[in-house]
């Protein structure tokens, strides 16, 4: 070591010497709660981004199962579509079939009507039960399937020009 080098460590050495052992005590304190203080913060910003981060990869989980679950959402959506569809498919092979069958029992009640009122307009009489008959018939035919056409004119000449022979009880039994 050099001379001057020893003189100022002397100096030094004598200037902290003279600092009163309070002041000392004083400054470490300080530093000791500014270094506290300090790591408090640190730990506290630490705890902050750690809590972040975990907010971060919550979003980015639940983000995934959305997308996920949207996906699997669009193809059970796929799914009931082709279902779906079928169905209206075969509703509408369905619809054909009993508007053909509603077509065609028309047509045979028409017939049996038509047949029922010329077979009782050529005899000129009917028994009271074919009269029951007949008119049942006109009712499902002209208020059921909602047809007129010329039953309601073969109706009305049955029921002016035919004698109904019999009569029925409260119990649709023939009495004599």
């Given at each position: 070591m050099?001379s ?20 000392i005590?004083a ?13 408090k913060?640190?730990?506290?910003m ?7 981060n975990?907010?971060?990869?919550d979003?980015?989980?639940?983000k995934?199962?959305v997308?996920?679950?949207?996906e699997?959402i ?5 799914q009931?579509?082709?279902?779906i ?6 509703l509408?092979?369905i619809?054909a ?8 029992k ?13 077979n009782a ?18 009712d499902k035919?002209?208020?059921g399937y ?5 039953v309601a ?17 409260e ?6």
């Amino acid at each position: 070591m050099t001379s001057e080098t020893v003189s100022t460590s002397a100096s030094i050495l004598q200037q902290l010497s003279q600092i009163p052992i309070g002041s000392i005590i004083a400054f470490f304190t300080a530093m000791s709660v500014i270094g506290v203080g300090v790591w408090k913060i640190i730990s506290q910003m630490i705890k902050l981004y750690d809590g972040y981060n975990n907010i971060r990869e919550d979003r980015d989980l639940t983000k995934k199962q959305v997308e996920e679950n949207s996906e699997a959402i669009n193809e059970l959506k796929d799914q009931f579509s082709g279902a779906i569809s079928d169905v209206k498919d075969q509703l509408s092979i369905i619809m054909a079939a009993l508007n053909e069958q509603r077509e065609t029992k028309i047509t045979e009640l028409r017939h049996s009507i038509t047949v029922a009122g010329e077979n009782a307009l050529a005899n000129g009489t009917m028994t009271v039960r074919e009269y029951k008959s007949f008119h049942e018939m006109v009712d499902k035919y002209t208020n059921g399937y909602k047809q007129n056409s010329y039953v309601a004119s073969l109706c009305a000449k049955v029921d002016r020009d035919v004698r109904v022979i019999g009569k029925l009880d409260e119990h649709g039994n023939d009495i004599d």
